[in-house]
């Protein structure tokens, strides 16, 4: 039988997340909300950690810089195109958003498209389809819920 190390622990937290320990940091890191399989691979590579690593046995060291690879990645190797937030609205400069800070930023532009009463403003406030989408047979389910069929009389 194959004997599992006694240091290993259940859960790591990194930024902000609970990860399983049990699994492979590549896996894991996905857990976090705003980081896919190919940041995930770019933060271990920038990182200097194993992918197929189990995440209980990483080290205080190894936790630390997998943070700060996930606070500033363009600054460590990461290139332009794999980031969530080029060209910023209100700055201008490229960015990675995770976790909360995600959430909170999509519903900010979602507000300001609704605001100056844009296209794509006017389609999320009417639930419909913003990319010329048709509407005759999907998107059924984003519409009112109203009983099917012909009623009786009672």
């Known amino acids: 039988m194959s004997e599992k190390p006694e240091n290993i622990k259940y859960f790591v937290r990194i930024a902000s997340t609970d990860l399983v320990g049990g699994k492979s940091i590549i896996m894991s890191l996905r857990k976090i909300k705003g980081v896919n399989f190919m940041l995930a691979n770019a933060i271990c590579s920038s990182a200097g950690i194993q992918k197929f690593k189990k995440t209980g046995t990483l080290s205080e060291s190894e936790i630390k810089s ?89």
């Open 66 to 154: 997998i943070e700060e690879v996930l606070k500033d990645p363009l600054a460590l190797g990461v290139p332009v195109w794999m980031l969530n937030r080029r060209h910023d609205y209100d700055t201008g400069e490229d960015k990675h958003i995770i976790t909360s800070a995600l959430d909170f930023t999509k519903e900010f532009d979602l507000r300001r498209l609704k605001k100056i009463k844009s296209n794509r403003g006017f389609r999320h406030a009417w639930r419909l389809p913003l990319r010329g989408q048709r509407t005759k047979s999907n998107f059924r389910s984003n519409k009112r819920k109203t009983a099917l069929g012909v009623k009786r009389k009672k």
